[in-house]
Protein backbone atom coordinates (compact mmCIF):
# COMPACT_ATOMS: atom_id res chain seq x y z
CA UNK A 1 0.00 0.00 0.00
CA UNK A 2 1.50 3.29 -1.00
CA UNK A 3 2.03 5.89 2.07
CA UNK A 4 0.32 8.77 -0.01
CA UNK A 5 -3.07 8.14 -1.63
CA UNK A 6 -4.84 10.49 -3.86
CA UNK A 7 -8.21 10.26 -5.30
CA UNK A 8 -9.66 10.15 -7.72
CA UNK A 9 -6.87 9.67 -9.87
CA UNK A 10 -8.90 11.62 -13.20
CA UNK A 11 -11.44 13.84 -12.68
CA UNK A 12 -13.35 15.70 -15.85
CA UNK A 13 -15.22 18.78 -14.98
CA UNK A 14 -17.18 21.50 -16.18
CA UNK A 15 -16.61 24.83 -16.26
CA UNK A 16 -17.89 26.07 -13.04
CA UNK A 17 -18.01 22.92 -10.67
CA UNK A 18 -16.93 22.97 -7.55
CA UNK A 19 -13.94 20.35 -6.94
CA UNK A 20 -12.55 18.22 -4.25
CA UNK A 21 -9.31 16.27 -4.95
CA UNK A 22 -8.37 13.57 -1.96
CA UNK A 23 -5.26 12.94 -0.32
CA UNK A 24 -4.75 10.16 2.89
CA UNK A 25 -1.71 9.22 4.15
CA UNK A 26 -0.65 6.78 6.48
CA UNK A 27 2.49 7.75 8.10
CA UNK A 28 3.26 10.48 10.81
CA UNK A 29 3.55 14.35 9.27
CA UNK A 30 5.17 17.42 10.00
CA UNK A 31 3.48 19.15 7.29
CA UNK A 32 1.15 18.46 3.99
CA UNK A 33 1.92 20.12 0.30
CA UNK A 34 -0.50 20.58 -2.38
CA UNK A 35 1.67 20.95 -5.98
CA UNK A 36 0.39 22.17 -9.38
CA UNK A 37 1.98 20.43 -12.11
CA UNK A 38 1.10 21.89 -15.89
CA UNK A 39 1.24 19.64 -18.99
CA UNK A 40 4.76 21.27 -19.45
CA UNK A 41 5.96 19.58 -16.74
CA UNK A 42 7.20 22.79 -13.81
CA UNK A 43 5.55 22.58 -10.83
CA UNK A 44 4.12 25.16 -8.64
CA UNK A 45 3.72 24.77 -4.76
CA UNK A 46 0.01 26.01 -3.63
CA UNK A 47 -0.04 24.85 -0.51
CA UNK A 48 1.87 23.88 2.89
CA UNK A 49 -0.34 22.95 5.46
CA UNK A 50 0.32 21.52 9.20
CA UNK A 51 -3.13 21.95 10.40
CA UNK A 52 -6.45 23.53 10.09
CA UNK A 53 -6.98 25.43 6.57
CA UNK A 54 -5.86 27.51 4.01
CA UNK A 55 -7.38 29.86 1.55
CA UNK A 56 -5.63 31.48 -1.64
CA UNK A 57 -7.99 32.53 -4.42
CA UNK A 58 -10.59 29.81 -5.76
CA UNK A 59 -8.51 27.72 -3.74
CA UNK A 60 -9.00 25.84 -0.35
CA UNK A 61 -6.54 23.54 1.71
CA UNK A 62 -7.71 21.50 4.29
CA UNK A 63 -6.12 19.05 6.82
CA UNK A 64 -6.76 16.53 9.73
CA UNK A 65 -4.58 15.38 10.95
CA UNK A 66 -6.51 13.15 13.71
CA UNK A 67 -7.73 10.97 10.06
CA UNK A 68 -4.49 11.21 8.07
CA UNK A 69 -6.32 13.25 5.65
CA UNK A 70 -6.33 16.28 3.46
CA UNK A 71 -8.59 18.01 0.29
CA UNK A 72 -7.98 20.61 -2.08
CA UNK A 73 -11.01 22.47 -3.41
CA UNK A 74 -10.97 24.42 -6.10
CA UNK A 75 -13.99 26.22 -6.15
CA UNK A 76 -15.51 28.04 -9.56
CA UNK A 77 -13.42 25.87 -11.76
CA UNK A 78 -11.80 27.17 -14.85
CA UNK A 79 -10.38 25.35 -17.83
CA UNK A 80 -6.40 27.15 -17.13
CA UNK A 81 -6.91 24.93 -13.67
CA UNK A 82 -6.54 21.67 -15.83
CA UNK A 83 -2.99 19.95 -14.36
CA UNK A 84 -2.03 17.28 -12.44
CA UNK A 85 -2.58 18.05 -8.52
CA UNK A 86 0.26 16.55 -6.20
CA UNK A 87 -0.14 15.93 -2.47
CA UNK A 88 3.13 15.49 -0.87
CA UNK A 89 4.04 14.89 3.37
CA UNK A 90 6.91 15.18 5.07
CA UNK A 91 7.75 13.17 8.01
CA UNK A 92 8.54 14.07 11.34
CA UNK A 93 11.72 14.60 11.67
CA UNK A 94 14.25 16.75 10.66
CA UNK A 95 15.56 16.01 7.45
CA UNK A 96 14.21 17.95 4.40
CA UNK A 97 14.88 14.97 2.30
CA UNK A 98 12.00 12.89 3.14
CA UNK A 99 8.78 14.05 1.23
CA UNK A 100 6.70 11.20 0.14
CA UNK A 101 4.66 11.87 -2.85
CA UNK A 102 1.29 10.99 -4.72
CA UNK A 103 0.73 9.96 -7.69
CA UNK A 104 -1.72 12.51 -8.87
CA UNK A 105 -4.65 13.26 -9.71
CA UNK A 106 -4.64 14.50 -13.18
CA UNK A 107 -7.65 17.08 -13.75
CA UNK A 108 -9.69 18.67 -16.99
CA UNK A 109 -11.53 20.93 -17.07
CA UNK A 110 -13.95 21.70 -19.93
CA UNK A 111 -15.14 25.11 -21.56
CA UNK B 1 12.86 37.69 -10.28
CA UNK B 2 14.06 34.59 -8.27
CA UNK B 3 13.26 31.27 -9.10
CA UNK B 4 14.93 27.93 -10.28
CA UNK B 5 16.56 27.29 -13.51
CA UNK B 6 16.78 23.96 -14.99
CA UNK B 7 18.52 23.39 -18.85
CA UNK B 8 18.71 21.52 -20.91
CA UNK B 9 15.12 21.43 -21.07
CA UNK B 10 15.09 18.54 -23.60
CA UNK B 11 18.07 15.94 -23.55
CA UNK B 12 18.86 13.25 -26.05
CA UNK B 13 21.83 11.07 -25.34
CA UNK B 14 23.20 7.51 -26.42
CA UNK B 15 23.35 4.29 -23.95
CA UNK B 16 26.51 4.33 -22.50
CA UNK B 17 26.58 8.52 -22.40
CA UNK B 18 27.01 10.42 -19.13
CA UNK B 19 24.90 13.55 -19.45
CA UNK B 20 24.81 16.04 -16.84
CA UNK B 21 21.37 17.96 -16.16
CA UNK B 22 22.24 21.78 -14.77
CA UNK B 23 20.01 23.75 -11.75
CA UNK B 24 20.55 26.82 -10.86
CA UNK B 25 18.51 29.04 -8.06
CA UNK B 26 18.94 32.52 -7.03
CA UNK B 27 16.21 32.03 -4.20
CA UNK B 28 19.56 32.17 -1.41
CA UNK B 29 17.81 28.63 -0.15
CA UNK B 30 20.05 26.66 1.85
CA UNK B 31 18.90 22.97 0.61
CA UNK B 32 18.26 21.89 -3.28
CA UNK B 33 16.88 18.41 -4.55
CA UNK B 34 16.47 16.03 -7.76
CA UNK B 35 13.57 14.11 -8.49
CA UNK B 36 13.19 11.97 -10.99
CA UNK B 37 9.59 11.38 -12.17
CA UNK B 38 8.13 8.50 -14.05
CA UNK B 39 4.51 7.77 -16.01
CA UNK B 40 1.96 6.62 -13.40
CA UNK B 41 4.55 7.41 -9.95
CA UNK B 42 5.00 9.95 -8.32
CA UNK B 43 8.26 12.13 -7.55
CA UNK B 44 10.74 9.71 -6.52
CA UNK B 45 14.08 11.57 -4.39
CA UNK B 46 17.32 10.97 -6.79
CA UNK B 47 20.09 13.10 -4.12
CA UNK B 48 19.00 16.00 -2.07
CA UNK B 49 21.80 18.92 -0.59
CA UNK B 50 21.25 20.98 2.47
CA UNK B 51 24.35 23.04 2.89
CA UNK B 52 27.22 23.93 0.32
CA UNK B 53 29.68 20.62 0.28
CA UNK B 54 27.17 18.24 1.51
CA UNK B 55 24.60 15.46 -0.38
CA UNK B 56 22.79 12.89 0.68
CA UNK B 57 21.46 9.69 -1.24
CA UNK B 58 17.70 9.89 -1.58
CA UNK B 59 15.71 6.52 -2.39
CA UNK B 60 17.06 6.10 -6.25
CA UNK B 61 20.84 7.63 -6.17
CA UNK B 62 21.99 4.23 -8.11
CA UNK B 63 23.53 5.51 -11.21
CA UNK B 64 23.45 9.20 -10.52
CA UNK B 65 26.01 11.48 -9.03
CA UNK B 66 25.71 15.32 -7.73
CA UNK B 67 27.81 18.01 -6.53
CA UNK B 68 27.51 20.90 -4.39
CA UNK B 69 30.00 23.33 -4.67
CA UNK B 70 27.99 26.73 -4.67
CA UNK B 71 24.97 27.22 -2.57
CA UNK B 72 23.19 28.51 -5.95
CA UNK B 73 24.48 25.50 -8.06
CA UNK B 74 23.27 21.06 -7.66
CA UNK B 75 24.23 19.59 -10.94
CA UNK B 76 22.93 16.34 -11.63
CA UNK B 77 25.22 13.57 -13.74
CA UNK B 78 23.27 10.74 -14.88
CA UNK B 79 25.98 8.11 -15.87
CA UNK B 80 26.28 4.96 -17.85
CA UNK B 81 25.29 3.08 -14.60
CA UNK B 82 22.00 4.11 -13.95
CA UNK B 83 20.03 1.47 -16.38
CA UNK B 84 16.94 3.16 -16.92
CA UNK B 85 17.73 6.72 -17.42
CA UNK B 86 14.79 7.93 -19.95
CA UNK B 87 12.65 10.20 -17.34
CA UNK B 88 11.41 13.55 -16.71
CA UNK B 89 13.82 14.97 -13.61
CA UNK B 90 13.02 18.06 -11.48
CA UNK B 91 15.31 20.18 -9.57
CA UNK B 92 13.91 21.95 -6.38
CA UNK B 93 14.77 24.24 -3.47
CA UNK B 94 13.76 25.35 0.10
CA UNK B 95 15.01 26.74 3.08
CA UNK B 96 16.42 24.69 5.89
CA UNK B 97 17.14 24.88 9.26
CA UNK B 98 18.60 22.23 11.35
CA UNK B 99 16.69 22.10 14.35
CA UNK B 100 13.19 22.60 13.41
CA UNK B 101 12.10 18.84 14.02
CA UNK B 102 8.69 18.42 13.88
CA UNK B 103 7.99 21.70 12.64
CA UNK B 104 6.42 22.57 9.05
CA UNK B 105 8.57 21.88 5.97
CA UNK B 106 9.66 24.71 4.56
CA UNK B 107 8.18 25.77 0.75
CA UNK B 108 9.70 23.96 -1.70
CA UNK B 109 10.16 26.01 -4.78
CA UNK B 110 10.96 23.97 -8.66
CA UNK B 111 12.23 24.30 -12.06
CA UNK B 112 10.41 23.95 -15.10
CA UNK B 113 12.14 20.07 -15.44
CA UNK B 114 14.65 18.47 -17.22
CA UNK B 115 13.22 15.57 -20.05
CA UNK B 116 15.68 12.93 -20.86
CA UNK B 117 15.82 10.31 -23.54
CA UNK B 118 18.12 7.91 -24.13
CA UNK B 119 18.07 6.66 -27.78
Known amino acids: KNEVEQSPQNLTAQEGEFITINCSYS?????LHWLQQHPGGGIVSLFMLSSGKKKHGRLIATINIQEKHSSLHITASHPRDSAVYIC?????????????FGKGTKLSVKP | DGGITQSPKYLFRKEGQNVTLSCEQN?????MYWYRQDPGQGLRLIYY???????QKGDIAEGYSVSREKKESFPLTVTSAQKNPTAFYLCASSTYAPGQLGSGANVLTFGAGSRLTVL
Open chain 1, 88 to 100: AVKGGGGSQGNLI
Open chain 1, 27 to 31: VGISA
Open chain 2, 49 to 55: SQIVNDF
Open chain 2, 27 to 31: LNHDA
